[in-house]
């Protein structure tokens, strides 16, 4: 059967997309050039952020056959020190939640997964989200706490230590 998944041929579509024009702040590829649903990005640290300076965060997106049904898991491989990102790597930012109502309440509906969401605007929200954590439903709580509390101390420390390390990566 040679017909390929919809999942495959909007995965196809979004790279050759982003290989003829790549989006400023971050460059995007397969892990594998066999394998459509696995990802390795790689982030520049957003100016004017505390992760500038020569940072580059690689990250890995695993996409699930049903996309864009239901959205990819980011996992970073670079250690990154942030409120949204658990001290696995996992990303939890909304647009990567499953769709559907929050049974929490936190989340509208329209904040989560949405079936048009691509790399690009998952990229970009994680880029956003660099820049602006936050701090009411953390995945890592002790770089929330820093981050509200010791903004430009100890969470600052730890962020200039894994920029640092980025780039011996």
């Known amino acids: 059967d040679m017909t390929e998944p919809r999942s495959a041929l909007l995965l ?8 003829k024009s790549p989006v ?20 520049i ?7 500038e300076g020569g940072g580059v965060f690689k990250a890995h997106l695993t996409f699930p056959k049903d996309y864009p049904l239901r959205p990819p898991k980011m996992k970073f491989i670079t250690d990154i020190w942030h409120p ?13 939640h499953e769709p559907g109502e929050d049974k929490y309440g936190y989340e509208k509906p329209e ?22 954590p936050n701090g009411d439903s953390p995945a890592n709580v002790d770089a929330a706490k820093e981050w509200r509390e010791d903004r ?5 420390r730890k962020v200039a230590r894994c920029v640092r390390k980025s780039q011996d990566d």
Not at 111 to 132: F, G
Request: charged share 25%.
């Open 111 to 132: 904040e989560r997964w949405l079936p048009i969401h691509t790399v690009e605007t998952i990229m970009i929200s994680v880029i956003s989200m660099l820049a602006d």
């Open 24 to 43: 400023d702040g971050f460059s995007a590829g397969l892990i594998k050039d066999n394998d459509l649903y696995r990802w390795e990005v790689m982030i």
């Open 12 to 19: 196809r579509r979004q790279l050759t997309e982003l290989n």
């Open 84 to 96: 949204n990102v658990d001290k696995n790597g996992d990303v939890c930012i909304s647009i990567l």
């Open 45 to 51: 640290g957003p100016p004017d952020t505390l992760y």
């Open 152 to 156: 430009d101390g100890e969470f600052k």
